[in-house]
């Protein structure tokens, strides 16, 4: 049974540009969050996907954006990238009764934008 | 100021000693709190949930304790191990469902 998985491992962007982000949820898992973790900082929280739609979403611009597809399976995408967006990015998966279901978390992607 | 915080920020041990981490919150209320294990590079591991109403958690070598009168939470590691290395973040599940991390503790632990 494959946990939760992100692709891509690693990524170098430039400022201005534009980037997606994968994430495959453990299977039976229907909710998806995404999280930034900035070096030597705790993760933080970006949005949560159920159903397709965003149900929750953190403090973060509208230039991160999310979509989740049929299968569950998420997608982050951040455009007009800024120094600051470089960081560890976590997807974690969980079933949608929430409260005390553990999220699930994939190895993260890490995004250096120069 | 953090809602979640944690001490120390890091911490550096020898094998086979123990160790208790910090975890002081100010959300109110709170589903549950939850102690991760993250490897350096990777994502966050659960080790203990509890709910507001339990007093402590065991998973293995790893004790985590709850006081929710004065809001702080503890996770004390037995007989630590190299691959105990790692840092360890508290976390709590918010009453809007989100969860809300602490910075983690770096724990080194040292032959």
């Known amino acids: 049974d494959a946990g939760v998985t992100q692709s891509p491992t690693h990524l170098i962007k430039t400022r201005g540009q534009q980037v997606t982000l994968r994430c495959s949820p453990k299977?039976?898992?229907?909710?998806v969050s995404w999280y930034q973790q900035a070096l030597g900082q705790g993760p933080q929280f970006i949005f949560q996907?159920?159903?397709?739609?965003?149900?929750q979403r953190g403090n973060f611009p509208d230039r991160f954006s999310g979509h989740q597809f049929p299968n569950y399976s998420s997608e982050l995408n951040v455009n007009a990238l800024l120094l600051g967006d470089s960081a560890l990015y976590l997807c974690?998966?969980?079933?949608?009764?929430?409260?005390?279901?553990?999220?699930?978390f994939g190895p993260g992607t890490r995004l250096t934008v120069l | 100021k953090n809602q979640v915080e944690q001490s120390p920020q890091s911490l550096i041990i020898l094998e086979g000693k123990n160790c208790t981490l910090q975890?002081?919150?100010?959300?109110?209320?709170?589903?549950?709190l939850r102690w991760y294990k993250q490897d350096t590079g990777r994502g966050p591991v659960s080790l203990t949930i509890?709910?507001?109403?339990?007093n402590t958690k065991s998973n293995g070598r790893y004790t985590a304790t709850l006081d929710a009168d004065t809001k702080q939470s503890s996770l004390h590691i037995t007989a630590s191990q190299l691959s105990d290395s790692a840092s360890y973040i508290c976390?709590?599940?918010?009453?809007?469902?989100?969860?809300?991390f602490g910075k983690g503790t770096k724990l080194s632990v040292k032959p």
């Open positions: 974690a998966s969980s079933l949608s009764a929430g409260g005390a279901d553990t999220q699930y």
């Open positions: 299977s039976g898992h229907d909710t």
């Open positions: 996907y159920y159903e397709e739609e965003e149900r």
């Open positions: 975890c002081n919150y100010t959300v109110s209320p709170f589903s549950n």
């Open positions: 509890m709910t507001f109403s339990e």
């Open positions: 976390v709590l599940w918010g009453s809007q469902g989100n969860l809300i």
